[in-house]
């Protein structure tokens, strides 16, 4: 039986790839690692292909057109056999004792979501910083939404520290965008719904590298790419009417995920000091309020994403020096 469908998608990483696959080989035959070669240039796919023939019974290569990050993930939901399913970015790896820790925790697990810590490793020397989830979940408890506790500013749902069940995902028909970035925020946010049971483990088990140029979280590619942040944002806030989500406490989570993809949405926006980026967040109002009145008011008038959309040079200036300061708190980019 494989416990873990470990999913890496893979455009042009011949530099760093290797690493990640040897972190989670430590699996042996427990779990399978997908390598979505996603029409790379490089030699990705050869390195790709290199492990399928070293680890027949353990690594499948899949090489297909470019589709982005989404269609990668897409992909390997077609291919896991897995009881669960955990995407580890290229460039990112498996701390090898947490991994060794989960590894024999998770032949005890039937939980709709198991969730351990995750660490910010940087390439310029920073401290690694990590974000522990230790005063949000119980430690090795099945919980229920009922049983978790107030997340501080610094902690959120994330592709890093989250591992939903195969049949969970497979309920919920996630269908990622393509050639879209930021879209694990969608992956995240729209199984919650089908998510009853929860596992925590306090393992420092992800390995989130932060230092490419071309990385998708450094502050220049955010605000080029915040087109794709503002329409992640806008399938993210639009996907359910939370008023029917019956958990309190569910509700309240996914509204305050909604509420920080939108400030995170107009934040990026703003940051290009440009017209079109100005119109791009107030539109991105716009679309909310026509789709969703009740998140709309709720996001608008008595939230984090009031005060950065606040208009004016003024407004502009006080939402800088607030993301400067979220900046100072958690070095994300």
């Not at 979940?137 to 501080?152: A, G, S």
């Not at 440009?274 to 998140?295: A, C, H, P, R, V």
Request: net charge positive.
């Amino acid at each position: 039986m494989k416990y873990i469908s470990f999913v890496v998608p893979c455009y042009n990483s011949q530099e760093y790839m290797e690493k990640c696959i040897d972190s989670l080989l430590i699996g042996k035959e427990d779990v399978e690692i997908i390598i979505i070669d996603d029409g790379s240039t490089d030699n990705t796919g050869k390195i790709a292909d290199k492990y399928q023939k070293k680890y027949p019974k353990i690594v499948k290569a899949i090489h297909q057109e470019n589709g982005g990050h989404g269609e990668g993930i897409n992909t390997g939901l077609k291919y896991a056999t897995g009881k669960y399913f955990k995407v580890v970015d290229s460039d990112d790896w498996l701390d090898e004792k947490a991994y060794k820790k989960l590894l024999k925790e998770i032949k005890k697990i039937d939980t709709d979501l198991v969730v351990c810590n995750y660490v910010y490793t940087y390439s310029d020397g920073r401290k690694d910083q990590t974000i522990s989830f230790a005063n949000v979940y119980d430690e090795k408890k099945v919980l229920t939404w009922d049983d978790i506790h107030r997340f501080k500013v610094t902690q959120y749902p994330s592709l890093h520290s989250m591992m939903y069940k195969k049949s969970v995902l497979d309920q919920t028909n996630i269908d990622l965008p393509k050639h879209v970035f930021y879209e694990d925020n969608l992956f995240i946010y729209l199984p919650l719904v089908n998510t009853k049971t929860i596992y925590y483990l306090n393992l420092d088990l992800y390995r989130y590298y932060i230092g490419r140029a071309d990385q998708s979280v450094q502050e220049s590619q955010m605000i080029k790419r915040s087109h794709h942040q503002v329409l992640v944002t806008e399938r993210v806030c639009t996907a359910y009417d939370l008023k029917k989500v019956e958990n309190k406490k569910l509700r309240k989570l996914m509204t305050r995920e909604c509420i920080f993809l939108m400030t995170i949405g107009v934040v990026f926006s703003r940051l290009a000091y440009s017209k079109e980026g100005e119109k791009q967040y107030k539109d991105l109002w716009k679309t909310i309020k026509n789709k969703n009145k009740s998140l709309y008011y709720r996001m608008r008038y008595f939230s984090l994403a009031t005060w950065v959309s606040i208009p004016t040079r003024l407004g502009r200036w006080m939402m800088l020096l607030g993301y400067r300061f979220a900046h100072s708190l958690v070095k994300f980019n």
